[in-house]
């Protein structure tokens, strides 16, 4: 009797401009509902920045720490950092916030990846909006709204890794 090696994960980074709000908001959500799904093994989260360097190194803002553990997950040990070229071939989904970050990975991905492009909220078509907002400037109420609007992309997005519905 042969065994079968388990599938490698799916390897999935989550891009904005600064790297300090939407994308790690994502990538903590997204880890946090597949651990809680039982479906932990079964994809990696990143983070990163299309402009990384304003805040390379940084912890997330305090207010999307703040608002992510409230709802228990953990931004704790992410760290800003810049996308750079070895992201696309390294990952197998390079998920845009919004339409601007996509125009910015559109740039400097190579050409045999950009199928590997697409936009977070795809994988939320019921909810009618293409764009995680940036909640940077405003209060701490953009932060949760955009807490809301991952979820629901999160849950999205797990099942089509739970389906095999992701390309590598």
Known sequence: MSKTAAPSPYRILFVCMGNICRSPLAAAVTRGL?????????????????HGHYHAGEAPDPRARKVG???????????????????FERFDRVLAMDRENMANLLRLCPEASRSKLGMFLDYAPELGVADVPDPYYGAESGFERVLELCEVAARGLLAACEHGQLAR
Do not use: F, H, N, P
Not at 44 to 50: K, N, V
Not at 69 to 86: I, P
């Open 34 to 50: 597949a651990q809680r799904e039982g479906l932990g093994a079964l994809l990696e989260t990143d983070s990163a920045g299309t």
């Open 69 to 87: 553990g409230k709802r228990g997950y953990d931004l704790s040990r992410m760290r800003a950092r810049r996308v750079v070229v070895a992201d």
